[in-house]
């Protein structure tokens, strides 16, 4: 009984660890959309992202949301594209996100 009680609990973990999605390969998303489900980033991880992207300054947690990332590979992989100083645009439907002009 025990065995199955543990087992029972793994197959949960995994199937709760595999809940979030990740972006579309070669998609623009805004990191609101990036940090909400079902994708599910953590603000580390596009903080990452951001500083490995040159033509991006230093940002604080709130402006990771009005900033645009390029999800680069089929494993869900992001860079910081841009950040949106008017602010970000979900676009409900399609691959892209853009920035507010």
């Known amino acids: 009984m025990m065995k199955f009680v543990t087992f029972l609990g793994l197959l949960l973990a995994g199937a709760h660890a595999q809940q979030a999605a990740n972006c579309e390969y070669q ?11 079902p994708y599910s980033y953590t603000s580390a991880q596009l903080i990452a992202a951001v500083n490995d992207t040159a ?19 089929i494993l869900g992989d992001l860079t910081g594209n ?7 645009d979900t676009k409900p439907g399609t691959r892209n996100d853009q920035c507010i002009l």
């Open 27 to 37: 998609s623009l998303k805004c990191g609101s959309v990036l940090l909400a489900a």
């Open 82 to 88: 841009s950040y949106c100083f008017a602010g970000c």
């Open 55 to 73: 033509s991006i300054p230093v940002l604080t947690t709130a402006e990771l949301s009005a900033t645009i990332f390029h999800c680069y590979d």
